[in-house]
C-alpha cells in the first residue's frame, strides 16, 4: 500500500489546535470566574443576629373590666396585675382574673405593694414587715393561679437614696420568696435625680450596688423624653435597655397621670394629663404604658 504523505496535515492540525487554544482560553477564563462568583453569592454567609424583639404591656391600679381587656389585647401583650391592694388603696379589684386574662392571651407583670421609708422604722420591724409580705405575696399568687418560678415585682414608688432598712428588707424579699417557690423582681425608678455638685443617682443603680450579691429582675420607670417615646402604643416599643438601664426587663415609658417635672416636654397625652390606647377613642381607661423583652415578664401565664 502506498503511504499518504500527512505531514502537511499534521501541521495544519497543530496550526488549528494553537488558535482554538487561543480563542477558547479567554472564553474558559470567563466562564471559571462566572462559575466563582455564582459560588461565591450562593456560599452561606455569617448569619445575621436578629434584634431582639420587644413587647408592648400596661398597668393601672384598677380592673378596667373584662369588655376592655378584650379591647386592650388588640395592642397590649402583657398586663400588670396587682397580689394585694395597689397603694393607697385598700381593696384589689384584679382579684380572680387570672384564667380570664390567662385565656386572652395576656402574659403578666406580678406587683405587690412596698412599703415606704418611713414605715421601716427599724431593724426588727423591717424583718417582721418582710416576712409578712413575702408570706402574703406568695400565698396570692397560689390562690390566683400563678404558677411557681413566677417573678412578683415589689412596687417601689419613692425614688433616691433609700435607708438601710429598705436594703434589709430586698435582700429578705429575694431570698424569702425563693425558699417559697417565686422569683424577686423590683420596680423601681430609672431616672437620674440631681444630687448637686455635679453627683446624680439612678434608684435602680443604688439598689443593685447596695443588695449585692443578691439578685432581682428590673422593671424601672423613666418617663422623661428623651428616653420614652411619650404617649403612644407603638407595635415595636423601644426595648428596656432603652431606658438608660441596660440590665432592666421592663420599662414603664408612660405613667398616668403625666409627671409634670419629668414628663413635661412629652407629647401624646390628652387634655387631661392621662395617657389613653389608641383604640380607646371615649378614654375610659388611662394607663402607664411599658416595653418588656417577655411577652409574659413575669412568666405568670405558663
Known amino acids: 500500500m502506498k503511504r499518504l504523505n500527512t505531514e502537511p496535515a499534521q501541521e495544519e492540525n497543530t496550526e488549528e489546535r494553537k488558535a482554538m487554544r487561543l480563542t477558547v482560553s479567554p472564553i474558559v477564563c470567563f466562564a471559571t470566574l462566572l462559575a466563582v462568583t455564582v459560588f461565591v453569592a450562593n456560599s452561606p454567609s455569617e448569619p445575621q443576629e436578629t434584634p431582639p424583639r420587644t413587647y408592648l404591656g400596661f398597668d393601672r391600679n384598677d380592673y378596667p373590666g373584662d369588655d376592655a381587656m378584650k379591647l386592650l389585647r388588640r395592642d397590649f401583650a402583657f398586663t400588670g396585675y396587682w397580689l394585694g391592694s395597689p397603694p393607697d388603696d ?8 387570672r384564667e380570664l386574662l390567662r385565656s386572652e392571651g395576656f402574659g403578666f407583670v406580678l406587683l405587690f405593694a412596698g412599703p415606704t421609708s418611713g414605715q421601716l422604722r427599724d431593724q426588727p420591724y423591717t424583718r417582721k414587715r418582710v416576712a409578712d409580705d413575702t408570706q402574703a405575696a406568695a400565698a396570692a ?42 422569683r424577686a423582681g423590683v420596680y423601681c425608678s430609672g431616672i437620674p435625680i440631681d444630687e448637686g455638685e455635679g453627683l446624680t443617682l439612678i434608684t435602680s443603680d443604688f439598689i443593685r450596688e447596695k443588695i449585692k450579691p443578691t439578685e432581682l429582675v428590673y422593671w424601672v420607670y423613666n418617663d422623661a423624653c428623651p428616653p420614652s417615646p411619650g404617649c403612644s402604643t407603638p407595635q415595636d416599643p423601644p426595648a428596656p435597655s432603652k431606658s438608660g438601664i441596660a440590665y432592666a426587663q421592663v420599662w414603664q415609658f408612660v405613667r398616668s397621670p403625666r409627671d409634670k417635672q419629668t414628663a413635661r416636654h412629652c407629647r401624646g397625652y390628652a387634655k387631661d394629663g392621662n395617657c389613653y390606647a389608641a383604640l380607646d377613642t371615649a378614654h375610659r381607661f388611662h394607663l402607664d404604658v411599658n416595653s418588656a423583652t417577655s411577652p409574659d415578664p413575669s412568666g405568670g401565664a405558663k
Not at 385598700?90 to 382574673?97: D, F
Open 90 to 97: 385598700t381593696t384589689n379589684s384584679w382579684t380572680g382574673k
Open 141 to 182: 399568687a397560689r390562690r390566683e393561679g400563678f404558677p411557681p418560678g413566677s417573678v412578683i415585682f415589689l412596687d417601689i414608688e419613692e425614688g433616691g437614696r433609700l435607708p438601710s432598712t429598705y436594703f434589709t428588707y430586698l435582700k429578705a424579699w429575694a431570698s424569702e420568696l425563693e425558699r417559697l417557690g417565686f
